[in-house]
């Protein structure tokens, strides 16, 4: 699998997820198999690039290459500009958010709105195109298959997109009235990669290395990128990378990888984040670790009320260390898979 000049070791992606794919995360997700990764949505006006949040969201050091920035907006000359801004800053693949269904992005006209107007489409992908190629950086574009199920439109947009010279294109079996629910449609993929010669990537639930090779199969899709699965299961890139090229499963993770996992991602987020922000946003992940974990309700309630790092980390060590040592050699080997909706 390639994106432009990149030679990526596998075809299992993580998708980025606001609040979710930081530094830490990626990180962890790439050394636990997966072939690539891009960044969290950074906005493309210029009046919010000195926020703590987003610098932090342009926070690469230490990270894997290569480094993939997710930029949205609107206006396809303040777009150029945040492309050229984060290549300056360490990106080498720019994606361009057309996906985004949250509403305060999309009230913005930017995100998955842009489905409506295929015109700002076109002039946003060449502005930034045009903005990266003579600094070697290639552009993807993720996006869904329509703003609703009455006017996919996912077939104008990808050639749209491989005129402008977009690199690869990743497609969620969804329209942004879909949100989330029901289940991803994959016959607009399929037909999408029959249609174009430029990479795709399909996504939508992707939870399991069965799934996985069942879209890669059906679609015809060049990779998978995988989102909410993902979260609290870093290991599930492993997994599906392993099933894709042998055939065989691996045995999920035991208690002890767990706890081990876990623990080392408190490590990286708290001194990515610092204490007052690191003990709140790790609560969400420590929750997705324990969901399907016998006694997870109770911890996850008390821990919520602890309101430093160095407590909460202890009290994450000392629940793993006594579910291992009250269930003895049975809890050991086998830990229950997560199930993330």
């Known amino acids: ?31 636990l198999g997966a072939g690539y990764a891009v960044s969290e949505m950074a906005a493309s006006n210029p009046r919010l690039w000195d926020s703590v949040k987003t610098s932090r969201r342009l926070n690469h050091e230490g990270e894997i290459a290569p480094v993939s920035v997710q930029i949205a907006g609107a206006d396809p000359e303040m777009m150029a500009e945040a492309a050229v801004f984060n290549v300056n800053k360490g990106a080498r693949i720019i994606d361009i958010n057309m996906g985004c269904p949250a ?36 552009v993807t574009l993720k996006t869904r298959t329509g703003w609703d199920r009455a006017s996919r439109n996912a077939l104008r947009v990808a050639r749209l997109a491989e005129q402008s010279g977009i690199a690869a294109l990743t497609l969620h079996g969804r329209t ?9 449609e994959y016959d607009t993929i399929r037909a999408v990669k029959a249609e174009i010669s430029i990479p795709v990537i ?27 699965a993902a979260q609290g299961r870093p290991w599930i890139f492993r997994e599906i990378d392993h099933f894709l090229r042998t055939g065989q499963k691996l045995p999920a993770p035991d208690l002890t990888e767990m706890r081990d ?6 490590d990286d987020h708290y001194r ?9 946003s790790a609560r969400k992940h ?15 309630n008390h821990m919520n009320r602890i309101d430093n790092t160095a407590d909460q980390f202890r009290a994450v060590a000392e629940w793993f260390d006594h579910s291992l040592s009250g269930d003895g050699a049975a809890n050991r080997s086998a830990a229950p898979t997560l199930l993330v909706a």
């Not at 030679?7 to 794919?21: I, K």
């Not at 290395?209 to 059906?218: F, G, I, M």
């Not at 420590?286 to 996850?300: C, K, N, Q, S």
Request: net charge neutral.
């Open 272 to 280: 990515f984040y610092g204490e007052h922000t690191g003990v709140r």
């Open 286 to 300: 420590i929750g997705w670790y324990i969901d399907a974990l016998p006694g997870a309700e109770a911890f996850r």
């Open 202 to 228: 399909a996504n939508g639930d992707i939870d399991s290395p069965e799934k996985a090779r069942q879209v890669l199969d059906y679609t015809g899709a060049d990779a998978i990128m995988i989102g909410r």
């Open 1 to 31: 699998m390639r994106i432009g000049p990149w030679s990526l070791p596998n075809n299992v992606f993580v998708a980025p997820m606001a609040g979710v794919t930081d530094r830490p995360f990626r990180q962890l997700c790439k050394r």
């Open 103 to 138: 509403k305060k992005v999309c009230n913005l006209a930017s995100g998955s709105a842009l489905l409506r107007h295929e015109d700002l489409i076109a002039r946003i992908l060449d502005a930034v195109v045009s903005a990266c190629a003579p600094l070697g950086v290639p």
């Open 176 to 184: 942004r009235c879909d949100l989330y629910t029901g289940e991803a």
């Open 261 to 266: 996992l876990l623990l080392e991602h408190l």
